[in-house]
């Protein structure tokens, strides 16, 4: 009987055969293709371990994106704009990307007027009674100092007429045109000549002449200035002139354009015309017309034709200065622009008539006397 150490089972002759055939592989196997077997399960493990890290990492990655999508939703784009307070309309409800201002933009002032050709001074928009200054007020004849050359009478009468009824109410424009300082000073702005224009064409022209013609019959007088006008003073003489001229100068200096502006404003603000447009207003005052060219407008027209109604009275200086005016301008404005004579009077005809009357009825009573 073999002994446990010494005797081989079948058993292991196998595993020693199977060791042996192991043997002989490795040592016809090239060296490097021999790798120990620690190695290839480290190998194995490697490789696995790359593999579950990459399924990871995807697995991570979808998880980020999803969950920076929920984020995203959750949040609004933009940081939320604080809230100002302002009058503008209050946003509706909701998130907006635009916010619009619909408030009317601020109105900004034109850095100059609007001008007009032709008179770039006046201002036709609107009614020039508003547009002048509040604290503006009505020239006054003989505002500057009185001239010291008068007699005791003529002075009491110059400040009993200034101060009348008659002169303070009816604001009479053939007195300011040569007389008053303040006039001249209003007639450099086409607001304020305006404005002065309608308050002399506001009076009542026909007890206005009543009461000019008045005031020149007592300027006359010994009482008043007749010395003074006898020695030709000429405060005097202009006192005078104004007086009786009052009628034609008040007609023509109402007179109105097609746009309802004033003959007179246009003529005198025109500095195109270097003052020849306001040089006729003067005939009616015993002032001849000074040379130069005017416009010929139906303005101009217009007052020739007044004027020529009363250059027929003798008793009006115009009848000494509308002739040769008359003249003047048709050599500007054409023969048929104005009458070069003065028109005939109106009742001048039956005042001819009247006067001969009573001298045909003295001669037929003579006769009917004789034959009886």
């Not at 994106?65 to 302002?86: K, M, Y």
């Not at 354009?257 to 025109?270: E, H, I, P, Q, S």
């Amino acid at each position: 009987m073999l002994s446990h150490h010494g005797t081989s089972s079948p058993y292991a002759a196998i595993s020693r055969a199977i060791k042996e055939q192991s043997i002989q592989r490795r040592v016809h196997q090239p060296l490097y293709l021999r790798t120990p077997s620690r190695t290839r399960s480290s190998s194995c493990s490697l490789v696995w371990l790359v593999v579950v890290l990459f399924v990871a990492s995807l697995f991570t990655t979808s998880e980020a994106a999803h969950g920076d999508l929920r984020d995203r939703r959750r949040r609004p784009p933009f940081p939320t704009i604080p809230v100002i307070t302002d009058n503008v309309a209050p946003t509706p409800k909701g998130h907006s990307l635009l916010l619009v201002d619909t408030r009317p933009p601020p109105y900004v002032p034109p850095l100059m007027p609007p001008t007009n050709d032709g008179y770039s001074s006046r201002i036709r928009s609107a009614p020039s009674i508003k547009r002048a200054d509040d604290g503006f007020q009505i020239p006054r004849p003989f505002d500057s100092s009185l001239s010291n050359n008068f007699t005791d009478n003529c002075d009491n009468f110059f400040q009993r007429m200034l101060s009348s009824e008659t002169v303070t109410t009816c604001h009479p424009f053939s007195m300011l045109l040569q007389t008053s300082n303040g006039f001249f000073e209003a007639s450099k702005s086409f607001v304020r000549i305006t404005q002065t224009l309608e308050a002399t064409c506001a009076a009542n022209m026909s007890q206005c002449v009543g009461g000019m013609n008045a005031l020149a019959r007592e300027l006359t007088t010994n009482s008043a200035c007749g010395v003074d006008y006898n020695n030709n003073n000429a405060q005097a003489v202009q006192a005078y002139n104004a007086l009786i001229a009052y009628e034609p100068l008040y007609r023509a200096s109402c007179l109105r354009d097609d746009d309802g502006n004033f003959c007179y404003a246009n003529a005198v603000t025109n500095t195109t015309s270097q003052g020849s447009d306001a040089n006729p207003y003067y005939m009616p005052l015993g002032m001849k017309l000074v040379s130069g060219r005017p416009t010929c407008n139906s303005c101009l027209q217009k007052t020739m034709a007044i004027f020529s109604t009363f250059a027929g009275n003798t008793s009006q200086p115009i009848s000494q200065t509308y002739p040769a005016g008359a003249q003047q301008i048709v050599v500007y404005c054409g023969q048929n622009f104005v009458n070069v004579t003065a028109a005939p009077l109106k009742g001048s005809a039956s005042a001819t008539s009247a006067a001969f009357t009573p001298t045909l009825t003295l001669l037929l009573m003579f006769f009917l006397y004789i034959f009886q």
